[in-house]
C-alpha cells in the first residue's frame, strides 16, 4: 500500500534558525507532492508542490522543497525561520496508478518557533 | 466563486445514530474525497470517487459508507459501526489525475 511518512512529529527552533522536515513516500510510480500547512485554529494552505520539472521547487513564504527520485523523498526547507511559522506541517503525495489517483498524507510535524 | 462546501461546520450526534456529513462543490471536479483528522495522526483517506457512481474505499473506511450520485455531491455517513467517530472531517475535490486539490473547511463531529 501506498505511504507517506513524516519522521519528525515535533520539532522546535528559535527565530533564524534553518528548517529541514522530511518526507518519504513508498510508491516506485507516477507521483505529484504536496506540502501543506495548517496554522492554529486554520484550514490547510498549500506550501508548494511538484508535478515535474525542476526538482527544487520554491513556495510561498519562504519555503522551498526538493524532490529526490531514488530516495523517494521531498524534503521542506526554510533557511530562516519565523515565529509565524509555528504551524503543523503536512507532506502529501498523489499517487497515480492507472486510471486511479488519490492523495495520501503524512501524519504531519508539528513546528514550534521560539522568538 | 467556486469552491467546496461542507455543512454543517459544527455536528453532534448520540452515540449510535448514523449520521451524514455534506459536501458540494461547483468546480466541475471529477474526483472527491474524505478524510478525517486527528491529533498526531495527520489526514487518514476514508473514501475517495474519481467519477460518479464509482468509488473507492481509502485506509479506513470501516464504519463509513458514501455515495456519489451527482458529480457535485459526495455525502459520507458516519454509521453506529465506527468506533470512534469523534474527529473533524474534510471533503477535498480535485482535477484530472490529481493535479491540484481543493479543500473544504471541515465538519467537526462529535459523539456523546
Known amino acids: 500500500a501506498q505511504s507517506v511518512s513524516q519522521h519528525n512529529h515535533h520539532v522546535i527552533l528559535s527565530e533564524a534558525a534553518s528548517l529541514e522536515l522530511g518526507c518519504n513516500y513508498s510508491?516506485?510510480?507516477?507521483?505529484?507532492l504536496f506540502w501543506y500547512v495548517q496554522y492554529p485554529g486554520q484550514h490547510l494552505q498549500l506550501l508548494l508542490k511538484?508535478?515535474?520539472?525542476?526538482?527544487l521547487v520554491k513556495g510561498i513564504k519562504g519555503f522551498e522543497a526538493e524532490f529526490i527520485k531514488s530516495k523517494f523523498s521531498f524534503n521542506l526547507r526554510k533557511p530562516s525561520v519565523q515565529w509565524s511559522d509555528t504551524a503543523e506541517y503536512f507532506c502529501a503525495v498523489n499517487f497515480m496508478m492507472d486510471s486511479s489517483y488519490k492523495l495520501i498524507f503524512g501524519s504531519g510535524t508539528r513546528l514550534l518557533v521560539r522568538p | 466563486d467556486g469552491g467546496i462546501t461542507q455543512s454543517p461546520k459544527y455536528l453532534f450526534r448520540k452515540e449510535g445514530q448514523n449520521v451524514t456529513l455534506s459536501c458540494e462543490q461547483n468546480l466541475n471536479h471529477d474526483a472527491m474525497y474524505w478524510y478525517r483528522q486527528d491529533p498526531g495522526q495527520g489526514l487518514r483517506l476514508i473514501y475517495y470517487?474519481?467519477?460518479?457512481?464509482?468509488?473507492q474505499k481509502g485506509d479506513i473506511a470501516e464504519g463509513y459508507s458514501v455515495s456519489r450520485e451527482k458529480k457535485e455531491s459526495f455525502p459520507l455517513t458516519v454509521t453506529s459501526a465506527q468506533k470512534n467517530p469523534t474527529a473533524f472531517y474534510l471533503c477535498?475535490?480535485?482535477?484530472?489525475?490529481?493535479?491540484?486539490?481543493?479543500f473544504g473547511s471541515g465538519t467537526r463531529l462529535t459523539v456523546v
Open positions: 470517487s474519481q467519477i460518479v457512481n464509482d468509488f
Open positions: 477535498a475535490s480535485s482535477i484530472p489525475r490529481g493535479g491540484g486539490y481543493t
Open positions: 510508491y516506485g510510480g507516477t507521483v505529484n
Open positions: 511538484y508535478f515535474s520539472g525542476d526538482p
